[in-house]
């Protein structure tokens, strides 16, 4: 699933082609939507929240989320598309740009004054101007039983981590991931690695993984074998990148309270 540094990275792109430009054509390809026609109606903002994208008219906000296996491409106007037509869902184009969200996990327009409702249950987003790590401490603290390697992937904790981060985090921290939050050192401190690392990714791509993907590659702080396991809640998953990678040796397992 593309993660916070996707999206935004995204919206840029997005930004540079629509905002500030008048719809020459809108093609909504979700029945609810199918009616809909915006042309006439003028960009003017694209912006994200966590993994949420949002592009914004004067009165409506169409909210999209990328889920698995979304994309947005931007294209010339007469430009041939590089992936199947059929998959595209939605199509806003301008004078000078065509954009197309491909596979689309979620398409929605809301009033501009209702944006909030699709974000109200999220945490802090890493990423936005209100960056609130004291807030994202509060909210992982709020389980201490939970494992931080599950804990991250909550977007209620905090916006914008998915599964390749949530490696990356935990291995910079030398952190197991099944460690309980309650049994952090520094919570705060793993936090501001968080935002860090979002940050970077997000303003200077690309991110290189010292971890995720590597199972089976020497760790390149010890030298010893990378590996992915699931952790327990996620015995259900079936793809295989829903594993989180990390040394054995630099991240080892906490004790058993029971030993």
Sequence with gaps: MPEGDTVYLTAA?????LAGKPLTRSDFRVP????????????????????????????LSIHTHLKMEGEWRVYSPGQRWTKPGFTARLILATADSEAVGFSLGLVEVLRRPDEHTATDHLGPDLLGPNWDAAEAVRRLSSDPTQPIGLALLDQTNLAGIGNIYRSEICFLRKIHPATPVGELDDLPGLVDEAHRILTKAAHQPPWRALAYGRQ????????????????????????SDRGIYFCPRCQPRPADPAQ
């Design 13 to 17: 792109r997005l930004r540079k082609a």
């Design 32 to 59: 609810r939507y199918a009616t809909l026609d915006l042309k006439g109606q003028q960009v003017e903002s694209v912006g994200t929240y966590g993994k949420h994208l949002f592009i914004r008219t004067p009165e």
């Design 216 to 239: 089976r590659r020497p760790c390149p702080r010890c030298g010893t074998n990378l590996v992915v396991h699931l952790l327990a809640d996620e015995a259900h998953a079936t793809r």
